[in-house]
Structures are given as structure tokens and as C-alpha cells.
């Protein structure tokens, strides 16, 4: 895990995590040479975006982007081998760009070790093109010691960077639309406020997306003044 420390208040955690991988190949007219195998490597790359707390209280939001796709050049059975293989996956590196290069470096070292493991199992096969699958995922987290509203203007700064689009506000006058109901703990599942994390009170009003999630009004509303998306599951209202 890397860490980019940002003023005071701010860090960020980096996570490379492999999600599954795999390789494939017809056993039928296989090579005499192994190194006469030709092998392409795919790797799908998956980011996730999400903000907590110092003491680890995970606010109920994030953004996942992706899967990127990337290929490797058509290789020589041997390069499965080099700790340098996934240099021969072009647009790998820009997938990336936006985090720091410890993560690239991560990713890569992932790479070889599949890489590596795919040629032990099928040397002996010598198929005559190989297939390789490989699921990344990425997770930057932005750790706050904030009030909450601080928070909350650091998630959203972190989605507006993933997404490289400027935040749009949902329209005053569907916001003013928006239904109430009194809030009853046994019909839902959610028992707290995704933006200022306090439990519901039974009996409280609580403002209702049209996705059915719930917040105070007074939570909901400067945040829809911001962003036209639901906090906790990110469906579009009206701008």
C-alpha cells in the first residue's frame, strides 16, 4: 500500500488488489518449441473511489469506474517470463496515470507473478496461442479528520477529480419536490443519514429520493446543491 499525504487534515491510500485470473488455450495443434507459443495478455483494470474517516468510519458513498481494458502486444512464449512483461501492454500507463507511480509499479509486479504462473502450467502443453486474463482492482481512499461538512466537500472534490467533469446541481425545484415521510426503523434498512452519519431518531422526518434512499433534508439539501446524484447510490435527478 502507497501513500500520498496531502495538507494536514489529508492522506490517501492506494490498494492494487488482483480480483481473479485466469489463462486459456486450445490443446489441439500444439507447437514444438514452447517459445513458439504466442501469447496476449489482457488486463482489466477496475477504479474504485472512496472516502473515511481517521478512525476508519467509511461514509456510505464512492465511485467505480471501469473495467479498462487493456492488451499486450502478440508475445513470444519467453516474455511471460521477463519482470518487465507488462511494458508490452501499451495503454496500461495511462489507465493509470492519474495515481502515483507506486501503484503502476504495483500493478506491474502483479503482472509478472501471473504471468509467471501461466508459463509453469502450460510449458509442457506448448499450445499454440495463449490467452491471458487478468482482473485488477484499484482503491484510492481519501482519509478526513473533518467535521461533517468538511467531509462531505472532500468526497465530492475526490469524484469530480476521478471523473474529470465539473459537479452539476440538481434543479432548486425538484429539490423542493422531493417527498417526506416519517421514518420507521422496522421498514428499513438503513437506519442513519449516508452525509452526517447520525441515526434517525424514530418518528423524524426524512427527505426521500427518487431511488428510495433517505437523508435529513437538511443534509440532502446543500449536497444536491452541488451534485445531482444520491449520495449512496449515485442515480442522476433532474438539473
Not at 477504479?47 to 478512525?55: A, E, L, R
Not at 495515481?99 to 503502476?104: K, Q
Not at 432548486?172 to 422496522?186: G, H, I, Q, W, Y
Amino acid at each position: 500500500m502507497s501513500t500520498a499525504h496531502l495538507p494536514v487534515e489529508h492522506y490517501r491510500q492506494y490498494r492494487v488488489k488482483v480480483v481473479k485470473y485466469g489463462a486459456g488455450w486450445r490443446e489441439e495443434d500444439p507447437v514444438e518449441n514452447a517459445n513458439d507459443s504466442c501469447v496476449i495478455i489482457k488486463v482489466s483494470i477496475t477504479k474504485v473511489d472512496q472516502c473515511t474517516t481517521i478512525d476508519d468510519r467509511q461514509i456510505g458513498l464512492g465511485l467505480v469506474q471501469g473495467p479498462f481494458d487493456t492488451y499486450s502486444e502478440r508475445l513470444r512464449f519467453s516474455f511471460l517470463r521477463k519482470t518487465n512483461v507488462a511494458q508490452h501492454i501499451p495503454h496500461l500507463g495511462s489507465v493509470l496515470q492519474s495515481y502515483p507511480i507506486e501503484v503502476f509499479f504495483e500493478t506491474q509486479k502483479y503482472i509478472s507473478w501471473i504471468c509467471e504462473k501461466a508459463a509453469d502450467a502450460v510449458e509442457g502443453i506448448k499450445p499454440r496461442e495463449l490467452g491471458i486474463d487478468i482482473q485488477i482492482e484499484v482503491t484510492r481512499t481519501l482519509v478526513c479528520d473533518e467535521q461533517h461538512y468538511q467531509l462531505q466537500q472532500s468526497l465530492l472534490e475526490l469524484i469530480d477529480e476521478a471523473n474529470g467533469n465539473k459537479l452539476v446541481p440538481a434543479a432548486p425545484s425538484f429539490v423542493k419536490a422531493l417527498k417526506t415521510k416519517k421514518f420507521d426503523k422496522r421498514d428499513s434498512k438503513i437506519d442513519q443519514c449516508a452525509v452526517c452519519f447520525d441515526e434517525y431518531l424514530m418518528g423524524v422526518y426524512v427527505t426521500v429520493m427518487p431511488c428510495s434512499h433517505t437523508y435529513h433534508r437538511h443534509c440532502i439539501e446543500p449536497w444536491l446543491k452541488k451534485t445531482n446524484t444520491c449520495p449512496l447510490c449515485r442515480q442522476q435527478i433532474p438539473t
